[in-house]
């Protein structure tokens, strides 16, 4: 028995499982008892086995198959009852080794976010946060909060390193731009923290001077409203022009801007820090957004983001103020011009853009748009 159990020419030994078998293995009675010391080595010592396979032949009243106890843990192919012969073609796949299911090839390796400098946490908050927003989470406000939290405390990191140029801030911009678009894209966007972000980000970047993070806090300004505008949320983008910020500052009484604070930050910047925008919001849409907040505040001097940065002193408004051409459309977009009727804010685009031209910092087709504002429903 041994010596055919161990022979190298045998490949596989069918241990035939019956109640009578199973006690007497347990128990190391007869020859079944010495075949149980036998295999038992030859058992455990691979850490994968082939060559023994148990069958099961009897049940007990509870439907448990009778195993001697050191073949409990092992893979068996039940044979028991009058459907036994339902099983022989299992059983002759594991004596020929072609199993029916086949182990598929290793795919490639998965493409992780690249998560580079210290944006890595806000990386991983946005994870959560997307999960929670799938969810439909009552916990999402406040992990935005977080979010935001963590966003300022990069900002601060970015200021702190001398070393910091301005290409090491661009995952963590598209971290908030992925935010911004998934919390409107799943209608639960609320402009109060957005707004309450934006001050403290203005604030990093007054208390310290640091040209990273007022570079931050301008261009996140104008990618939030520049997107609020492709969505049409006029009044989600009165929330983040027309609400005061509170800025501390020592030299001053009052302490509340308005939004043309961020105009400032846009500096004079060269034409690649731009280059690195989700599909989802264009260069073009910046630059229209820039003119569009110089006609609504004679304040904002759209000096970055048109004439010194992309050297163009020609605008064509393709997309925002072409739309103002439908009725419906320049009715929603007039509050942002505190307009109740068309001929005002016809009266006020004119006028601001008196104000533009004087500055001569870019031109751009106007008279047509005035003439065709609300001409069709």
């Not at 007869?30 to 010592?45: A, K, N």
């Not at 925008?277 to 003119?291: G, H, M, Y």
């Amino acid at each position: 028995m041994e010596e055919n159990i161990g022979a190298q020419d045998v490949d596989k030994v069918l241990l035939i499982c019956s109640k009578k078998y199973t006690e007497k293995a347990n128990e190391r009675k007869g020859g079944v008892g010495t075949e149980t010391q036998i295999i038992t080595p030859e058992l455990y010592g691979k850490a994968e086995q082939t060559k023994f396979i148990p069958i099961v032949k009897d049940k007990d009243d509870e439907g448990n198959a009778y195993l001697p106890t050191f073949l409990k843990h092992t893979n068996h192919i039940d044979m028991s009852g009058d459907g036994y012969y339902n099983r022989y073609e299992q059983l002759i796949r594991c004596i020929l080794e072609k199993p029916e299911c086949i182990k598929p090839p290793l795919g490639e390796l998965p493409v992780f976010d690249s998560i580079s400098y210290n944006s890595g946490k806000t990386r991983i908050h946005f994870r959560k946060l997307k999960s929670l927003i799938e969810k439909e989470s009552r916990r999402v406000g406040g992990e935005i909060d977080k979010f935001f939290e963590l966003f300022c405390e990069e900002v601060e990191v970015f200021n702190s390193d001398k070393e910091t140029d301005l290409n090491k801030t661009t995952q963590s911009i598209n971290n908030y731009c992925e935010l911004l678009k998934l919390s409107l894209d799943a209608g639960v966007f609320n402009p109060k923290p957005f707004h309450s972000f934006l001050e403290k980000l203005y604030s990093i970047s007054r208390d310290d001077g640091n040209t990273v993070s007022q570079f931050i806090a301008g261009k996140i300004f104008i990618i939030t409203v520049a997107y609020l505008m492709k969505k049409m949320r006029f009044q989600d983008i009165c929330e983040i022009l027309f609400k005061s910020y509170y800025i501390t500052s020592p030299n001053r009484v009052n302490n509340y801007y308005e939004f043309f604070i961020f105009c400032n930050c846009s500096g004079k910047q060269p034409e690649w820090l731009n280059a690195d925008l989700p599909k989802w919001i264009t260069n073009n849409d910046l630059i229209e957004t820039d003119i569009i907040l110089a006609l609504i505040q004679d304040r904002w001097y759209p000096r970055g983001l048109v004439k010194e940065q992309f050297n163009i002193t020609y605008i064509d408004l393709s997309y925002f103020l072409q739309r103002c051409k439908s009725k419906s459309y320049a009715e929603e977009f007039m509050v942002l011009f505190g307009c109740r009727k068309i001929e005002k804010l016809r009266e006020m685009i004119v006028q601001r853009y008196s104000v533009i031209e004087q500055r001569g910092s870019t031109r751009f087709h106007l008279d047509w748009i005035l003439k065709e504002i609300a001409t069709v429903p």
